[in-house]
């Protein structure tokens, strides 16, 4: 059974302090690893994608991605308060039918 | 959201009733997908499509049924509405099985 889990939170961080979000996957044949952002009663908008062991940077996010110890993370840097939101982790397998996987989202609540 | 269009947005229906919810891209996508998320289980897949007439069951399909006759639409078809299906559905597109997919603005239904 491929597993996606995230801290469900809240996690509350100061305006302009590094939010740091997680999430571990239970299976190693994982392919690709996608990060979603969705605000409440809005639908999830994709943020950022990551296939390659290492750090991938976009604007003032990063996303980690480490498939040794399972895990995949995603940085915000300069943290606003337009960044409280939902993030969803998401990964896909590399079997063909293999469907992308949701973990349940982690809340995130920036303090002015 | 952009190219994928949810419709109703909105809808409260009866127990034992049908509901048809609709989903209409035109990026020309070839999966498509009806997702149901609810407090506590996060995104969870309920039918998916590979192309016209392909389609195949997720994790929650028990009482819903799809159709896919056309490239840009994917129904999802309630055959008799329960009140444990109240919920807000996601329709999200892909190019590929396992790449980033796209959301529609979602549907909240609420059956009674």
């Known amino acids: 059974q491929k597993e996606v889990e995230q801290n469900s939170g809240p996690l509350s961080v100061p305006e302009g302090a590094i939010a740091s979000l997680n999430c571990t996957y239970s299976?190693?044949?994982?392919?690709?690893f996608f990060w979603y952002r969705q605000y409440s009663g809005k639908s999830p908008e994709l943020i950022m994608f990551?296939?390659?062991?290492g750090d991938k940077e976009d604007g003032r996010f990063t996303a980690q991605l480490n498939k040794a110890s399972q895990y995949v993370s995603l940085l915000i840097r300069d943290s606003q308060p337009s960044d409280s939101a939902t993030y969803l982790c998401?990964?896909?397998?590399?079997?063909?039918?293999?469907?992308?996987?949701f973990g349940k989202g982690t809340r995130l609540h920036i303090l002015p | 959201d952009a190219g994928i269009t949810q419709s109703p947005r909105h809808k409260v229906t009866e127990t034992g009733t049908p509901v048809t919810l609709r989903c209409h891209q035109t990026?020309?996508?070839?999966?498509m997908y009806w997702y149901r998320q609810d407090p506590g289980h996060g995104l969870r897949l309920i039918h998916y499509s590979y192309g016209v007439k392909d389609t195949d069951k997720g994790e929650v399909s028990d009482g819903y049924s799809v159709s896919r006759s056309k490239t840009e639409d994917f129904l999802l078809t309630l055959e008799s509405a329960t009140s444990s299906q109240t919920s807000v559905y996601f329709c999200?597109?892909?190019?590929?099985?396992?790449?980033?997919?796209?959301f529609g603005q979602g549907t909240r239904l609420t059956v009674v």
């Open positions: 999200a597109i892909s190019n590929s099985m396992n790449t980033e997919a796209f």
């Open positions: 990026e020309n996508h070839r999966y």
């Open positions: 990551i296939y390659s062991n």
């Open positions: 299976d190693r044949g994982s392919q690709s």
């Open positions: 998401a990964v896909s397998w590399v079997a063909r039918d293999d469907k992308i996987i």
